[in-house]
């Protein structure tokens, strides 16, 4: 990263980073179709893998006194992979005597499914722990949609949010 001080209380700093997201929940969507004779069932369930961002941050820091600052900023990242796995299977119920039969595809992987961008803001808190290590805890709220919903059958708003603790070396 790149720290310019503007003078002894404030500064700039702008970086390049790596960041990921694990533990995606499995999403099912179920399309059910009535007939006389019986009902079709089509479910379609999509596997998140772990998503992976290439970012750029942007803060502006006041620092407090030499060991203390605190910092505010954006992020901006980009989805290096956008691929899910994605199975999709039918059910069968035939009336009168309600037999089924189901049948599960093959597990595809396709892309397209998250957006490319995702926009943050950011604050934090920097301690000095000595002259060469400093910690860092910062909390991020995502501005973005991180999901193409229409690509779901949903209608919410999914955004990257949490806390990242960072371990600098000087």
Not at 55 to 74: D, Q, R
Not at 130 to 144: C, D, E, R, W
Request: proline share 2%; charged share 10%; aromatic share 16%.
């Amino acid at each position: 990263s790149v720290l310019h001080y503007f003078n002894q209380k404030w500064s700039f700093n702008a970086g390049v980073n790596y960041s990921n997201i694990n533990y995606l929940k499995t999403n099912t969507f179920n399309t059910v179709s009535s007939y006389s004779f019986g009902v079709t069932t089509k479910t379609s369930v999509f596997k998140q893998n772990t998503l992976h961002y290439f970012g750029i941050p942007l803060y502006i820091n006041y620092h407090v006194n030499e060991k203390n600052a605190i910092s505010a900023g954006v992020s901006f990242a980009y989805l290096v992979n956008n691929k899910i796995g994605v199975q999709i299977g039918q059910s069968y119920t035939v009336t009168p005597n309600y037999t089924q039969t189901t049948t599960s595809g093959p597990t595809e992987i396709r892309s397209g499914f998250y957006n490319n961008l995702d926009v943050s803001i950011s604050a934090g808190y920097r301690r000095k722990l000595n002259s060469h290590f400093s910690i860092a805890p910062v909390f991020y709220f995502g501005l973005t949609d991180i999901k193409k919903d229409a690509l779901f059958g949903l209608n919410q708003f999914e955004r990257n949010s949490g806390l990242k603790v960072i371990l600098s070396y000087s």
